[in-house]
């Protein structure tokens, strides 16, 4: 009669006991990932870690990521993974150092980053594809080409295991934000998700001044050069009528432009100058890197290196590096944006507003946020994608087009559509919005986070 019971007893105790084992186990997985300290590190209230998941074994590919864990009680609030565009630029380098990540970089130490997206979520930032950052892959023919789909599953595979890792945060709400190039990362990599049933939780995307659709995104630039008086009357009319944008970016990346669209392209590069700040058109520029961008298309990579002067110097250190378990697999140095990678560039036409289309059918919900003083990806063509994908889902308008707040300041204006589609500008934000205006840009995402409507001016004066 007794010996049942012991048998339970004890297969319980032995269960009891590998669980205990997996669990620490576990743990021990992501405790090799803890960083003690960054060099220059002010004192903080929240566990961060960084270091690589292996996405393919048997070349060697392997992704790094930074993780800030929220300030406040880490195991109840969301998840949240950032990818920055490019292609080929740095999440880390960019997201987590000049954005919304915990510190900024200054004069060789860090300064706390008042705004830190941090404050409302856990924040993983991930350096993605292979090629990009610290991430490798001990196989360099990887770099020769690489493409969106490449991208999406390789993301994929990199947070099922990252989840492996870290179990604890599986059941947590999950999101995937971005910014520019991002605009096809981020809604690519969700429905990945979607289609393989991942069980990640995944509630919703953001993605901030974002390329969804070649022509139209392209083609606003014009409207907004001539608006913000960069550009004269008849040099508009020659960048709507004779070439417009879209062209000459599809000819350069073609391998050469047509001589009237050359023609057209220095008439307003030399009527908007290189002493302006294309990803935030009232900004003054970096004077240190106005020569490295010259001659090049403006902008080939949507990024801005102007604000990645003393992340670069940061993350170059030896210290530094080793802090972070960071390792140079066959490049010399850190950089902003990848020096190898063979990005396919035909993917910049592939249209990913339809792929929001499927996300938000699914009951995924889109946010689609632009600074409103960017001019390489200006509103006023996100706007018109959005709108348009609203109607074409038969959304009705839950929230009408209006004036959001911080405090008593509009921070900018939204619109929601069958309250699962949003827009939204923020007001006086550059193309990486919260670099310049940090604390609406934080508003902005504790909003989506919390799946409510944005500020309305306040009633008590
Ligand atoms: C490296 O990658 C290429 C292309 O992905 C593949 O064809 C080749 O076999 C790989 N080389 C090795 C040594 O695995
Ligand atoms: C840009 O130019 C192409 C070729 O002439 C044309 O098909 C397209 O409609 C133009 N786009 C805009 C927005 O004017």
Same mark, same amino acid.
């Given at each position: 009669?007794?010996?049942?019971?012991?048998?339970?007893?004890?297969?319980?105790?032995?269960?009891?006991?590998?669980?205990?084992?997996?669990?620490?186990?576990?743990?021990?997985?992501?405790?090799?990932?803890?960083?003690?300290?960054?060099?220059?590190?002010?004192?903080?209230?929240?566990?961060?870690?960084?270091?690589?998941?292996?996405?393919?074994?048997?070349?060697?590919?392997?992704?790094?990521?930074?993780?800030?864990?929220?300030?406040?009680?880490?195991?109840?609030?969301?998840?949240?993974?950032?990818?920055?565009?490019?292609?080929?630029?740095?999440?880390?380098?960019?997201?987590?150092?000049?954005?919304?990540?915990?510190?900024?970089?200054?004069?060789?130490?860090?300064?706390?980053?008042?705004?830190?997206?941090?404050?409302?979520?856990?924040?993983?930032?991930?350096?993605?594809?292979?090629?990009?950052?610290?991430?490798?892959?001990?196989?360099?023919?990887?770099?020769?080409?690489?493409?969106?789909?490449?991208?999406?599953?390789?993301?994929?595979?990199?947070?099922?295991?990252?989840?492996?890792?870290?179990?604890?945060?599986?059941?947590?709400?999950?999101?995937?934000?971005?910014?520019?190039?991002?605009?096809?990362?981020?809604?690519? #990599?969700?429905?990945?998700? +979607? /289609?393989?049933?991942?069980?990640?939780? %995944?509630? @919703? $995307?953001a993605i901030g001044n974002p390329l969804l659709e070649f022509n139209t995104d392209f083609n606003s630039r014009a409207e907004f050069y001539w608006s913000h008086g960069l550009i004269s009357d008849s040099?508009?009319?020659?960048?709507?009528?004779?070439?417009?944008?879209?062209?000459?970016?599809?000819?350069?990346?073609?391998?050469?432009?047509?001589?009237?669209?050359?023609?057209?392209?220095?008439?307003?590069?030399?009527?908007?100058?290189?002493?302006?700040?294309?990803?935030?058109?009232?900004?003054?520029?970096?004077?240190?890197?106005?020569?490295?961008?010259?001659?090049?298309?403006?902008?080939?990579?949507?990024?801005?290196?102007?604000?990645?002067?003393?992340?670069?110097?940061? #993350?170059?250190?030896?210290? +530094? /590096?080793?802090?972070?378990?960071?390792? %140079?697999? @066959? $490049?010399?140095?850190?950089?902003?944006?990848?020096?190898?990678?063979?990005?396919?560039?035909?993917?910049?036409?592939?249209?990913?507003?339809?792929?929001?289309?499927?996300?938000?059918?699914?009951?995924?919900?889109?946010?689609?946020?632009?600074?409103?003083?960017?001019?390489?990806?200006?509103?006023?063509?996100?706007r018109t994608l959005v709108n348009g994908l609203a109607k074409e889902l038969d959304l009705s308008t839950t929230v009408p087009y209006r004036a959001w707040f911080e405090g008593r300041q509009v921070a900018?204006?939204?619109?929601?559509?069958?309250?699962?589609?949003?827009?939204?500008?923020?007001?006086?934000?550059?193309?990486?919005?919260?670099?310049?205006?940090?604390?609406?840009?934080?508003?902005?995402?504790?909003?989506?986070?919390?799946?409510?409507? %944005?500020?309305?001016?306040?009633?008590?004066?």
């Amino acid at each position: 009669m007794m010996l049942p019971q012991i048998c339970t007893m004890f297969m319980f105790a032995t269960t009891f006991l590998v669980i205990a084992q997996v669990f620490l186990a576990v743990n021990a997985l992501s405790e090799a990932d803890k960083i003690v300290s960054l060099p220059g590190q002010p004192q903080i209230n929240f566990q961060h870690y960084a270091g690589y998941i292996t996405v393919d074994e048997h070349q060697q590919r392997a992704l790094f990521y930074y993780f800030a864990q929220t300030e406040v009680d880490p195991a109840s609030k969301p998840l949240v993974l950032w990818l920055n565009g490019g292609p080929g630029c740095s999440s880390l380098g960019a997201g987590a150092f000049c954005e919304h990540g915990p510190f900024k970089p200054s004069k060789n130490s860090l300064v706390k980053n008042d705004y830190s997206w941090n404050k409302e979520a856990n924040m993983l930032y991930l350096e993605s594809p292979a090629g990009v950052g610290f991430s490798y892959s001990a196989n360099r023919s990887f770099y020769v080409f690489v493409d969106d789909q490449m991208t999406a599953r390789d993301n994929l595979v990199f947070l099922q295991r990252w989840f492996t890792k870290f179990p604890e945060y599986q059941n947590n709400d999950f999101f995937i934000t971005g910014e520019s190039y991002g605009g096809h990362y981020v809604p690519q #990599l969700a429905q990945l998700i +979607v /289609q393989t049933k991942a069980k990640f939780n %995944l509630k @919703g $995307i953001a993605i901030g001044n974002p390329l969804l659709e070649f022509n139209t995104d392209f083609n606003s630039r014009a409207e907004f050069y001539w608006s913000h008086g960069l550009i004269s009357d008849s040099t508009y009319e020659a960048f709507t009528k004779v070439c417009n944008f879209s062209q000459i970016r599809r000819q350069y990346q073609n391998g050469g432009l047509t001589p009237i669209c050359a023609q057209v392209n220095k008439l307003v590069s030399g009527e908007v100058s290189k002493f302006v700040d294309t990803y935030d058109v009232t900004l003054d520029v970096c004077l240190a890197s106005v020569d490295q961008q010259a001659g090049v298309l403006n902008q080939l990579q949507e990024i801005d290196v102007c604000v990645e002067d003393e992340t670069f110097e940061y #993350l170059n250190k030896k210290e +530094v /590096q080793e802090a972070l378990h960071a390792k %140079l697999v @066959g $490049i010399t140095r850190w950089t902003v944006c990848s020096d190898v990678l063979r990005y396919n560039m035909q993917n910049l036409e592939t249209p990913t507003v339809p792929v929001l289309g499927a996300l938000v059918k699914s009951g995924i919900r889109v946010l689609v946020y632009s600074g409103d003083q960017d001019s390489v990806i200006p509103l006023t063509g996100t706007r018109t994608l959005v709108n348009g994908l609203a109607k074409e889902l038969d959304l009705s308008t839950t929230v009408p087009y209006r004036a959001w707040f911080e405090g008593r300041q509009v921070a900018g204006w939204t619109q929601v559509y069958g309250d699962i589609l949003s827009f939204a500008t923020i007001r006086g934000a550059a193309h990486e919005a919260p670099f310049t205006q940090p604390e609406r840009s934080l508003l902005l995402f504790k909003a989506f986070l919390d799946g409510k409507p %944005l500020p309305e001016a306040s009633s008590s004066t």
